[in-house]
């Protein structure tokens, strides 16, 4: 059966590009590895030379400053801004130093 060209090319193209290690060294240069696919590379893990497992970038995570949403059925529960603003010093004294259980008065 004859191997079309473009197939052909195409694959070349991939595993050439592509960089490929053995077990051993991805073990032994996970950090530089991690570089490479930070940077965009992807890395084919091998065994026996043969290609067990792909070392690729995962989509970066929301922006800083983002607050992630709570899972909470709407108009049950309400978060103030006000919640995630930091403490005063009264309270962090309060949160420090106070007791732990305060004894109620009867």
Known sequence: MPI?????????????????VNVHEAKTS?????????SGETVQIC????????LKAVDQPPATGTRPKPNLPEGQIQILDSFYEPMSE?????????????????
Do not use: C
């Not at 079309?4 to 490929?20: E, G, K, P, Q, S």
């Not at 065994?47 to 792909?54: G, H, W």
């Not at 962090?92 to 259980?101: K, M, R, S, T």
């Open 4 to 20: 079309d060209t473009i197939d052909l090319a195409r694959n070349l193209v991939h595993n050439r590009t592509m960089i490929r």
């Open 30 to 38: 996970l950090s530089k590895l991690l570089k490479l696919v930070a």
């Open 47 to 54: 065994s026996r030379n043969t290609p067990v497992a792909e």
């Open 90 to 106: 009264e309270e962090l004294a309060e949160w420090y130093e106070g007791d732990i259980f305060p004894v109620l008065e009867k």
